[in-house]
């Protein structure tokens, strides 16, 4: 078991829920994704484009979140043009490993971020899971950049 949640967290670039991390010109580091809320029995759940941003350091810095609804309602198109522009809005970027540190803001009723869990018992240890969706989870080592989905 570990003592405590991560100060930073990597995540490598790669072609699946990844492809959109790196950096900016200017030095921030970026990660660009979609998270969303399930659909429960009742129906509902929510679909984001959430473009998070961090100092050079890895600092958490601020999160642009759009929500677009439930997936079966939800304007595709609207969708992608938002993804499309958030990415373009960061001008030259570099895709890359980021490493950053775990946070959480409060959107629409709903908590985004890279957030740590504790252990469930004692041979547990910790996690970091990308909310809300909860389709990134990352665990020590926690340089090594990789994730469970």
């Not at 994704?33 to 958490?60: S, Y």
């Not at 959480?104 to 504790?118: K, N, Q, S």
């Not at 469930?120 to 990789?146: C, H, K, N, Q, R």
Request: aromatic share 14%; glycine share 12%; hydrophobic share 40%.
């Amino acid at each position: 078991m570990t003592d405590g949640p991560p100060t930073r967290i990597a995540i490598d670039h790669d072609d699946y829920h990844a492809e959109h991390v790196g950096h900016t010109a200017d030095g921030r580091q970026f990660f660009l994704t979609t998270p969303f809320e399930p659909a429960g029995d009742d129906g509902g759940g929510a679909e984001f484009v959430a473009l998070f941003l961090f100092a050079a350091d890895g600092r958490f810095v601020e999160a642009r979140i759009d929500a677009f609804g439930p997936r079966d309602g939800m304007d595709q198109v609207a969708a992608r043009e938002t993804y499309d522009a958030r990415l373009a809005e960061l001008g030259d970027v570099t895709f890359a490993r980021i490493e950053v540190e775990p946070f959480a803001v409060e959107r629409f009723g709903t908590t985004f971020g890279l957030i740590p869990e504790p252990p469930e018992d004692e041979d547990d240890g910790w996690w970091v899971i990308l909310e809300p969706g909860d389709y990134m989870a990352f665990t020590a080592p926690w340089d090594s950049g990789g994730y469970d989905t």
